[in-house]
């Protein structure tokens, strides 16, 4: 594989750290994890205690005061032992930068500081059980009552769902004005009104737990709405590069390890009094997937490096999330076909990855969703 160079040696210094906390903190503890359908509020602590969440925010707002390619370290260690819990990866990269960038300055006092210790966790809500990928078709909506907002609707397939001290949460406030009429609001754990439905049971990411969420007449003050009334579409469309970024390097680390698995398992097992790996057949297809990998590996880290000169956009971040969410599908499932029977069993990192990352071509927006960005520009 082709030498990076994207990170600087200060980064890799990190990525030396943030290997052996999860060596330490998470591979042990998965398994139960997974079993239990969530993870401990103490791994968020203590990645907390060690600068591992919310890395680009900076010292004021009680932030490590790293850049975004320290999250991305944290992703890429967290894919490469197919750690699915805890979602690091959204509230560091997905949720923190909305109150960074949209938050007024009380409003980033109030909830940075605990979301870099780990302390306060977030998830954002924007799908619904009637509006996926089409924003806005959604029913929630938060209605004006004097200086406060009332907000009423429902959520689902919401990450962070149950274990969320605050979630950010998408609802219509202008009925007239289509997606120009949605607003972000800041809800808390403990808001009246507000509630959580089951754990739902998924296909895979078994440590991640991904929830309903209910909202009934949640009265939210002034001060929980995020940025302008009616400007939330704005601030979705500018994040998102970001979200399909972080979706592109789970996937490309994945489909890299996933490679590296098979290549070491096919030179152990033996079939027909030889290791699988001397077959013909095996060899072209892990030649095949490793080109894959290479060249996926290629344009995701172009685009990272775009991403941190503030050069990325909707069409690169779209290209990069369909190219790796989709070579990474394809190579799993060669992958997991040259492990034979013992890739369908859940103990293998390989069957794992498989269940998983099905949903990566649907989550941050559908490979379909992908294309027609992509096409808008041809």
């Given at each position: 594989m082709m030498s990076r160079t994207v990170y600087a040696p200060e980064h890799e210094l990190f990525r030396d750290m943030?290997?052996?906390?999860?060596?330490?903190?998470?591979?042990?503890?998965h398994a139960q994890w997974e079993k239990d359908g969530i993870v401990s509020r103490e791994v968020w602590r203590k990645a907390g205690e060690q600068g591992l969440l919310c890395s680009f925010v900076p010292e004021i707002y009680g932030g490590p005061g790293g850049d975004f390619l320290h999250t991305a370290i944290v992703i890429e260690e967290l894919a490469k032992v197919e750690a699915t819990g805890p979602a690091f990866h959204l509230h560091s990269g997905i949720v923190a930068p909305y109150i960074l960038h949209y938050g007024t300055e009380a409003q980033k006092q109030r909830w940075l500081p605990g979301m870099c210790a780990g302390e306060l966790i977030g998830a954002i809500a924007m799908t619904e059980p009637g509006a996926g990928s089409d924003l806005q078709g959604m029913r929630s909506r938060a209605t004006r009552d004097g200086d406060a907002f009332v907000l009423n609707g429902q959520k689902t397939f919401i990450s962070n769902g149950q274990i969320a001290d605050l979630v950010i949460t998408v609802a219509k406030t202008d009925l007239e004005a289509g997606a120009k009429g949605m607003s972000l609001f800041v809800v808390e754990r403990d808001d009246p009104g507000f509630s959580r439905g089951r754990n739902l049971e998924k296909?895979?990411?078994?440590?991640?737990?991904?929830?309903?969420?209910?909202?009934?007449?949640?009265?939210?003050?002034?001060?929980?709405?995020?940025?302008e009334e009616n400007r939330a579409f704005r601030y979705l469309m500018?994040?998102?590069?970001?979200?399909?970024?972080?979706?592109?390097?789970?996937?490309?680390?994945?489909?890299?390890?996933?490679?590296?698995?098979t290549v070491a398992y096919t030179k152990q097992r033996e079939a027909f009094g030889k290791p699988l790996f001397a077959l013909q057949n095996t060899r072209f297809k892990l030649a095949e997937c490793h080109t894959q990998a290479a060249v996926t590996r290629c344009f995701v880290d172009r685009c990272l490096a775009l991403h941190m000169q503030g050069e990325l956009d909707a069409n690169d971040a779209a290209m990069a999330k369909l190219q790796a969410t989709e070579a990474l599908n394809r190579v799993l499932d060669e992958c997991l076909q040259l492990h034979g029977g013992y890739g369908y069993m859940w103990e293998y990192p390989i069957a794992r990855a498989w269940a998983g990352h099905r949903v990566s071509r649907i989550a941050g927006g559908s490979s379909e969703i992908m294309k027609e960005i992509i096409s808008r520009t041809l």
């Open positions: 943030v290997r052996r906390f999860v060596e330490q903190e998470i591979v042990p503890f296909v895979g990411w078994h440590a991640q737990d991904t929830s309903e969420l209910f909202y009934s007449d949640v009265r939210l003050t002034a001060d929980r709405l995020l940025g500018q994040e998102l590069a970001q979200e399909r970024l972080i979706v592109a390097l789970r996937s490309i680390t994945t489909l890299e390890t996933a490679v590296a698995n």
